[in-house]
Structures are given as structure tokens and as C-alpha cells.
């Protein structure tokens, strides 16, 4: 076996293990609620040891929401990559971080029940926005050879999309312990990035 086939299958096994993690953690949280659930009960209900579960999440709440984010990270920096070239470069990144936030991949149903009415759930699955901004970065870069200014306007655009996500998980203010998201979170997020769309025009070098 090649060296780049053995780190593919590497990697691919890495992949595996941080799916199945998530996965028992979100099916373990919404059977016995996700304070009942401990990093040694996931570990456990995936197969691997918990030395092995910390290679991969800091959190229980962090392996919860991962499986709901489902890699998006990584599909936001594909994602700009296939928009085509002469796209505007506003347009194309706020299609490309809308993409995996369409109204089908939305969390529905008791999955997001669990994490809004929880505050360390909402809190973990905001911050899974953050994970957008290397990948984002680097397909930027791609577009407009700046290394600085791509890595700051993904860092923009990673923040407007956790305002965003984070105002749609809020408590109604009348009542704390009530959470019910409004709209479409794919329209929040668009409403977000278009504030930003002027800064993203200007550093197009088209």
C-alpha cells in the first residue's frame, strides 16, 4: 500500500470514529437527556475508549452538536471552490455558506428541541460556525491570491454567520426557559452576510 493510500485510509478511519462518536452522543443525549450522559457512555456506545473520545471532542455537548453540523465546515471550503470563477465574489461565498444550511439540513423535530432547550447545547452549536473560517479562508485565498485579507474576511463572515445562528437558537425574551426558532435559519444567515456583502465585494479582484 502507497504512502497517500495509507493516509487516505488513515484519514478515512478518523472520520468513521469522529461520525460514530457524535452519532452515540446525540442518540445517547436524546434518550436520557444530555446532562444523563457521560464521555465514558459515548465512548463506550461507539466502540472506542475514552482516551480515543478526547482525541476527538473536549465536550459531551461538543460531540452532541457535531453530529448535527455534519462536517460543514469542510463542505462550506468546497463549496466556494466549484462556484464558478467569474461569480462575483460576494455572491459566491454567501451561496457557499448557505449551501449546507438549506431548509432540508436544518436540525427539526427533537433535535432541535434538545439543543435549544438547553444552554450549553446552544451554546456548543453555535460555536461550530467557527469551524467555517480556515477552510473558508484558504478558498478565498484561491480567488484573491491575499492571504490577509481572505483570512479576515472568512473571520467576517464566520462571525456575521454565529450572530446569525445564535439569534435564531435565543430565548424569547419574555420567557428564558423558551426557545422558538423563527423563519428560515438558511434566511437569518443570508440576512446576516448580506451586512458584509460590500467589504467581500471590494476585495474582488474580478
Known amino acids: 500500500m502507497s504512502p497517500d493510500e495509507t493516509g487516505g485510509l488513515r484519514e478515512r ?11 452515540a452522543a446525540l442518540r445517547l443525549a436524546m434518550e436520557h ?12 456506545a461507539a466502540g472506542v475508549s475514552p482516551r480515543t473520545y478526547n482525541n476527538y471532542f473536549s465536550s459531551r455537548e461538543q460531540a452532541i452538536v457535531a453530529a448535527l453540523s455534519a462536517e460543514r465546515a469542510l463542505r462550506v471550503g468546497a463549496a466556494l471552490r466549484a462556484r464558478p470563477a467569474d461569480e462575483p465574489l460576494a455572491e459566491a461565498v454567501i451561496a457557499a455558506v448557505l449551501a ?7 436540525p427539526s ?14 451554546k456548543a452549536f453555535v460555536q461550530t460556525l467557527t469551524e467555517i473560517e480556515q477552510p473558508l479562508a484558504a ?21 456575521a454567520a454565529r450572530v446569525a445562528l445564535e439569534s435564531w437558537v435565543s430565548p424569547a425574551p419574555a420567557n428564558p426557559l423558551l426557545v422558538v426558532p423563527q423563519g428560515s435559519l438558511a434566511e437569518r ?6 451586512r458584509i456583502a460590500p467589504a467581500l465585494a471590494a476585495a474582488d479582484p474580478g
Not at 449546507?100 to 436544518?106: D, K, R
Not at 423535530?109 to 446552544?122: C, D, F, K, V, Y
Not at 492571504?147 to 472568512?154: G, I, N, P, R
Not at 444567515?189 to 448580506?194: C, G, T, V
Open 13 to 23: 478511519k478518523k472520520i468513521a470514529t469522529r461520525e460514530a462518536l457524535s452519532a
Open 189 to 194: 444567515l443570508h440576512e446576516a452576510l448580506a
Open 33 to 44: 437527556g444530555p446532562e444523563n450522559v457521560r464521555v465514558d457512555d459515548i465512548a463506550e
Open 100 to 106: 449546507p444550511y438549506t431548509s432540508a439540513e436544518e
Open 109 to 122: 423535530g427533537e433535535a432541535l428541541t434538545l439543543i435549544t432547550s438547553n444552554p450549553a447545547l446552544r
Open 139 to 159: 478558498a478565498i485565498e484561491a480567488r484573491t491570491g491575499s492571504a490577509f485579507t481572505s483570512t479576515v474576511l472568512a473571520a467576517a463572515v464566520s462571525a
